[in-house]
């Protein structure tokens, strides 16, 4: 297929021009049903919300732009976070929404993808403020949200406490309470155990199976982390705990870095404090763009997307790359890390621990049933390293990086779901020429048919027995003819017996029909019973 221009779309940004290019040389490569491929590339649904919103000094009004797209409905309902943040826009969430769907089929998850987000800095809100906001977006989007056609979940800017607000006002309008309308959800009123630690602990299982696949041991192997928020700072603790030594983390400001390792429990305590990382004693200042250079067995980038670029890879001084964040990596990047033989495992697998541990909360929402913490861990775990392994087999086979492999999956199973259900109307729709020809060759048909019947014995008998309100003059049958071209006669009635009936040979069952006699008063019927004669 030539590639499409995508400059004339509303949702043309870079990030989705990442996400669409990735998604054709895939499926240039599989060979993809040029109808399935032109789909995948746009999104299905995409909805924009524009509203008022009063300040808490009431006498200023704001105006906020907000977004909810859904790429693909054929897998189930849709599934995907909602952010808040400044620099929002369709096509970040046309591109967040895409890698959702691919996220989603990698895990053999119901769902396909969808994302939302509201552009606004919620630093510079109250909370009262963040909850009228959260509040108006849902109204305005109540009927394309739903537990059965499309649930959202935390992202960035957003958490447990603005799905909480979500739940409360669509279960507000539904009259009843509704978990499932939401994940990520505060454990009181319908959340999950371990939904929290869910993305870094699928982080970390896809840098433990990499590790293994390459021969890197985990204990004490070097990891460097950029992003302190949910993502970033649960797979710190939680690589630590399985005896890694994270040598450098950062936020949005600054980072720190120690190569004898971070004091990770010491880091939460400063960041509980401050709020931020600038400051920490003990270990060394170092910017964001110098975090990803540094030397480490394992970088984990884990903020925001478009972070390695083509201009930074060849300084990138790692053995494994675990993408937490969603499209950090850019094209360019890709090839030179792999002429480095630098092992990279792509968002769409890394970070698929969220959305995997949200449908185990989506499931014990419609089951109202409990999992406990255990039992989510090492349900998560057991489907990420199966998920890691058959993208790992893929990639062999084919001799594709992992991204590509994991592409292939993803888009693979999403297409055999869209071959499997067809398209809907399935009957192929006349042109114009071919409508206006059926039409005749109909007529046609009709009129053969009437000749047949208007020629055939018994058309005579048939004759009379159409309505006497016609005003016809019509002369009666002849005397003398044949029983069957007459019809069969009623006994039923002194006046059905004296002329023929105009009933043919039917089933046995009692009809009603009119009497062709002249001796009969117009529209007389009577009732028999008659019997279907052989063919013989």
Not at 291 to 300: H, N, Q, R
Request: hydrophobic share 35%; glycine share 8%.
């Amino acid at each position: 297929m030539d590639d499409l221009d995508t400059s004339h779309l509303e949702w043309d940004t870079p990030l989705y021009r990442l996400a669409v290019t990735q998604l054709d040389r895939t499926a240039e490569r599989m060979g993809l049903s040029e109808a399935i491929w032109h789909r995948l590339r746009t999104p299905q649904r995409a909805h924009l919300v524009l509203f008022p919103f009063r300040r808490d000094n009431y006498d200023t009004v704001d105006t906020v732009f907000d977004y909810r797209v859904q790429h693909l409905t054929t897998m189930g309902p849709t599934k995907g976070g909602i952010r808040y943040d400044r620099g929002v826009n369709l096509g970040e969430v046309t591109a967040l929404a895409m890698l959702m769907s691919w996220k989603c089929a990698i895990m053999n998850l119901p769902f396909g993808g969808a994302k939302g987000g509201v552009r606004i800095e919620p630093s510079e809100f109250s909370a009262s403020e963040l909850q009228r906001i959260t509040r108006r977006f849902t109204s305005e989007i109540i009927d394309v949200i739903g537990p059965d056609r499309d649930i959202p979940a935390p992202d960035l800017g957003t958490n447990e406490q603005v799905m909480a607000w979500i739940m409360d006002t669509y279960s507000q309008q539904k009259g009843f309470s509704v978990p499932g309308v939401v994940t990520g959800k505060p454990i009181e009123i319908g959340g999950s155990l371990g939904r929290r630690e869910a993305t870094g602990r699928g982080v970390v299982s896809c840098m433990v199976e990499s590790c293994r696949h390459l021969g890197v041991a985990v204990e004490d192997a070097r990891v460097v982390v950029q992003g302190y928020g949910n993502v970033g700072a649960n797979t710190a603790r939680i690589a630590r705990h399985l005896g890694a030594r994270i040598v450098a983390v950062s936020d949005v400001r600054s980072g720190i870095h120690d190569p004898r390792g971070l004091d990770i429990a010491e880091v939460d305590r400063w960041i509980a404090e401050h709020r931020f990382l600038e400051g920490f004693p003990n270990a060394e200042p170092v910017s964001n763009a110098d975090l990803l250079t540094l030397a480490c067995d394992v970088l984990i980038p884990a903020a925001i997307e478009r972070q390695i670029t083509a201009e930074n890879a060849a300084r990138v001084q790692c053995r494994i790359l675990v993408e937490a964040a969603n499209g950090p990596t850019l094209l360019e990047a890709d090839s030179i890390l792999a002429e480095r033989g630098i092992f990279v495992v792509p968002d769409i697998l890394a970070n698929a621990g969220g959305v995997t541990v949200s449908y185990f909360e989506w499931l014990q929402s419609l089951q109202h049933f409990l999992w406990s913490e255990e039992e989510v861990s090492s349900k998560l775990i057991s489907l990420m390293q199966n998920a890691f392994r058959d993208v790992l087999g893929l990639a062999q086979q084919h001799g594709v990086d992992m991204r590509t492999a994991a592409l292939m999956r993803g888009v693979g199973r999403i297409a055999e779901a869209k071959r499997r259900r067809g398209i809907f109307p399935w009957r192929k729709q006349p042109k114009a020429g071919e409508r206006e020809g059926r039409r005749e060759s109909g007529r046609g048909a009709r009129r053969a048919r009437w000749l047949i019947r208007k020629h055939s014995p018994g058309s005579a008998s048939r004759a009379f027995s159409r309505s006497p309100s016609s005003g016809a003059s019509r002369s009666a049958p002849r005397s003398g003819a044949s029983r069957s071209a007459k019809g069969t006669r009623c006994s039923s009635s002194t006046a059905c017996r004296s002329a023929p009936c105009s009933i043919r040979s039917f089933p046995r069952s009692t009809r009603t029909h009119t009497i062709p006699s002249a001796t009969a008063s117009p529209g007389s019927t009577c009732t028999r019973s008659s019997t279907r004669r052989s063919a013989s």
